[in-house]
T-cell receptor, first 112, second 117 residues
Framework: AQSVAQPEDQVNVAEGNPLTVKCTYSVSGNPYLFWYVQYPNRGLQFLLKYITGDNLVKGSYGFEAEFNKSQTSFHLKKPSALVSDSALYFCAVRDLTDKLIFGTGTRLQVFP | DAMVIQNPRYQVTQFGKPVTLSCSQT?????MYWYQQKSSQAPKLLFHYYDKDFNNEADTPDNFQSRRPNTSFCFLDIRSPGLGDAAMYLC????WGTGGAGANVLTFGAGSRLTVL
């Protein structure tokens, strides 16, 4: 079955420092991978996706993610974190029935 | 702006008292989803529609029902809410295009938070 794993429940980073939120995947066939962000008491918002092509995907709000086939990873990155980036981040993969399966989420806390 | 609107944002009900949550969209997307999310956990898909074709997840309790009277609206009915049904309910839409719905971006509403007393 298709799945994603987010190994960290929480990531803490100082404002201005680079951030990484980790995601690994397990799929049969070519993966369709996504990152979504959720602010408190809100729905999820799309950040970026990888379908095919360039392994470095650029998305909203200065985020990017690198697709690494050999490590089966799709880590979310940002060169310089903002306090306003503090939120819950979900990695997701399209499953064989064409639905999205979400990871367990990683809470990002950016400290001033 | 095209969007997904959920009402009410907050719903308080008593144990066993039926509840209906609504979702409307102006995106004209043909796929609509209902997710349940508990305590900042991963959203769990309850069911979805491809146009009027209803698709229930195998582990969705019978207590949960849905209606989609037209492209723009979708409803989630909880017939007899229990304490375990307290959660955020998220509606989302997507297009069924090249590569399938799963290749496309989901647009979420802000959610309806259900409290069961």
């Amino acid at each position: 079955a298709q799945s994603v794993a987010q190994p960290e429940d929480q990531v803490n980073v100082a404002e201005g420092n680079p951030l990484t939120v980790k995601c690994t995947y397990s799929v049969s066939g070519n993966p369709y991978l996504f990152w979504y962000v959720q602010y408190p008491n809100r729905g999820l918002q799309f950040l970026l996706k990888y379908i095919t092509g360039d392994n470095l995907v650029k998305g909203s709000y200065g985020f990017e993610a690198e697709f690494n086939k050999s490590q089966t990873s799709f880590h979310l990155k940002k060169p310089s974190a903002l306090v306003s980036d503090s939120a819950l981040y979900f990695c997701a993969v399209r499953d064989l029935t064409d639905k999205l399966i979400f990871g367990t989420g990683t809470r990002l806390q950016v400290f001033p | 702006d095209a969007m997904v609107i959920q009402n009410p944002r907050y719903q308080v009900t008593q144990f066993g008292k039926p509840v209906t949550l609504s979702c409307s969209q102006t995106l004209n997307h043909n796929v609509m989803y209902w997710y349940q999310q508990k305590s900042s956990q991963a959203p769990k898909l309850l069911f979805h529609y491809y146009d009027k074709d209803f698709n229930n997840e195998a582990d969705t309790p019978d207590n949960f029902q849905s209606r989609r009277p037209n492209t723009s609206f979708c409803f989630l009915d909880i017939r007899s809410p229990g304490l375990g049904d307290a959660a955020m309910y998220l509606c989302a839409t997507s297009e069924w295009g090249t590569g399938g719905a799963g290749a496309n971006v989901l647009t979420f509403g802000a959610g309806s938070r259900l409290t069961v007393l």
